[in-house]
């Protein structure tokens, strides 16, 4: 579909291990400070989000946006990020 | 109507049901997200029990409407994938029982009352055709990005075209071929 990023292939290429939640597509400083701000230090532990909501990515795109103040694009992006790395990994 | 913030867990988990929210556990990080959901689903006007024919219409209607029109016209190649997945819909609906019907259709429709419609669909066999009627001029034309008529009219332009290179030819001999 539409073309994805370097980051977003960095992140979905390979086990997230400890990597910072700055590394998810979509993801930059600001909206990583704000989500370790409210206790989301670490990629996986917004995974742990996004599996909480049933790996459902517009529901997960709401709270993304919601938590965090992200436009559409950020959290979309976000979003396909993690589904990729699900289907790949889980 | 107390207050979302007020409610347990398994009371919002409840509600989400009931307006056919597909959702995950209820904790902390995710609570205030489906109070949202929630206050956004009442204040679309009760999509919930009370009146689970209107979401039936609204969700139906465009399908429908494809079954309505596909007889007459099979060859749209978008309209076909719909068809094909609302066929069986109007299949399953008129001939299988409503209880193992309930059961195909909750896994395979995310977010739709038929636990309610089955109860219903009998009735809507009937009582469909005639509102179906309607609807379906006014669908049709809306799903168009170039209205019918307009293709007709291109249709037209490229066939007289067509007539007039034959007819202007020196000789006769492709006319006679076509003949």
Sequence with gaps: MSTTSQKHRDFVGEPMGDKPVMALSGIGDTLGKKLEEQG??????????????????????????????????????CAQCLKEWCD??? | MSSLS???AEEISELLDEYGIKHGPVVDSTRNLY?????????????????????????EEEEVTYVYRTPAK???????????RSRPEWTERELEHSASYSGYSRSDYKGRN???????SPKYT???????????????????LIPLW???????????????????MESNEPLKVIE
């Design chain 1, 40 to 77: 989301f230090d670490k990629a996986s532990v917004v995974l742990g989000q996004f599996l909480l909501l049933k790996k459902d990515t517009e529901m997960f795109t709401d709270w993304l946006k919601d938590a965090t103040g992200a436009n559409s694009r950020q959290a979309g992006s």
């Design chain 1, 88 to 90: 790949a990994f889980l």
């Design chain 2, 6 to 8: 007020n409610m347990s």
């Design chain 2, 35 to 59: 109070e949202k959901k929630l206050k956004e689903a009442m204040a679309k006007g009760k999509k919930a029990k009370p009146s689970p024919d209107k979401t039936f219409y609204r969700e």
């Design chain 2, 74 to 84: 099979s060859e749209d190649v978008r309209d076909s994938r719909t068809y094909m």
């Design chain 2, 114 to 120: 038929y636990d309610e419609l089955s109860h219903e």
């Design chain 2, 126 to 144: 009937k009582e469909d055709f005639p509102t179906y009627g309607q609807d379906a001029p006014k669908a049709p034309k809306s799903s168009r």
């Design chain 2, 150 to 168: 307009v293709q007709f009219l291109c249709f037209l332009a490229v066939a007289v075209f067509l007539y007039l290179v034959f007819s202007s």
